[in-house]
């Protein structure tokens, strides 16, 4: 049997995300599948449509929607995405990006394909607005202007253009604000002792602490994330003690590490780039119940944390109520806490934290908070 062609591949998996897949997952398993046979390039290639497209879809709709007059199939409106997305983001030669594309569309839907996409290649796009051209969904556009003015614009647009992770020198491929947050966590615990990763999977934080820790252990609560975790760990420190259990209600002894890291499940908005369905996923009334689950961890994390411990919450995303004012709450309810600063040139002063936005570095945003336990 021929091997799929990379538009191919590309509109299976855009199917399926459209469906309600994860495009991170989907990528992962169509290009440890069926992709095996491709280039490193064609890999890239693959990458580039799906997660481009996944995450242009406002905008690319909003090219599209002038020449679509009845409802689409799902298979036929995810080859009309990838097809102006081509035209449009990537300079793709108008005539190449709607034959290719012609030729992996549905045969029943050729004609039509053809006749938008060849209509579509003809735009000069005027945007109703901001969110539309920036492709993300109001509340999101509207809750990063109201919250930081014009550097929540400029982190909303960086996230359309994110980073390459590269790997470590070990090999593990990870974010550098994410490594910046493991780097923090070292410099608060010289003399390291027993570390605990309430929230650990897939395992980037826990596998990069430094060498002075002597015991670590991996704490996360999903079984099938577990699994992959404790992959990670196997691969990459296999020192580390996996735990599965929920990081609010733990089997850890009171006072039993000397610092407990808080990366806790989180609305993910300063991580847009990088999942670029994310965006589409994320529901405002979320991040009300997310605060009660980081106010829970922390205070689990607290009842595990050792006189003078160090805990560290961390979150990959920027709104206030999952960084400042659970922090703030936090420290409110335990006077025993000092607040610490946040060691690493790179994070901003930001309420007895520290911050990355995603476009000060090109990487996730990411917030901080560290406290030294006195009592
Ligand atoms: C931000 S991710 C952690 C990333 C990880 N620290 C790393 O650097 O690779 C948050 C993790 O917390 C897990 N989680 C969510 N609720 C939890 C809970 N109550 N207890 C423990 N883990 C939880 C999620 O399944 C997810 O794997």
Redesign the pocket.
Known sequence: MKSPTSRQLALQALTEIHAGSRANVVLAAFLGDQGRGLSERDRAFVTELVQGTTRMRRAVDHLLQPFISRKLDPDVLATLRLGAYQLHYLRTPAHAAVNDTVAVAPRRASGLVNAVLRKVADVHPEWPNEATQFSYPDWIWNLFLETWGPEGRAALISMNTPERPLPRSDGYI?GQA?RW??EAVDDASPNGGTIV??????????T?CGAAWSEIWA????PT?ARA?RE?AENYRPEIQVVV????NTRFDDRFADAV?V????S?LGALGRRSDARWQISKEAISRLTG?QN??LEEALRILKPHGVLTYS??TITQEETCDVAHAFHERHQELRNLDIQGRHWRQYCDGGLVLPHDYKTDGMAIFQWQREG
């Open positions: 990870q994410s947050v493991s990763d309430l929230c650990a999977a897939p395992g980037g934080k826990a990069a704490n996360e609560i999903d994330r975790l990670v259990s929920d990081g609010t890291l990366d806790a499940p989180c993910g689950t829970a961890l979150v990959c």
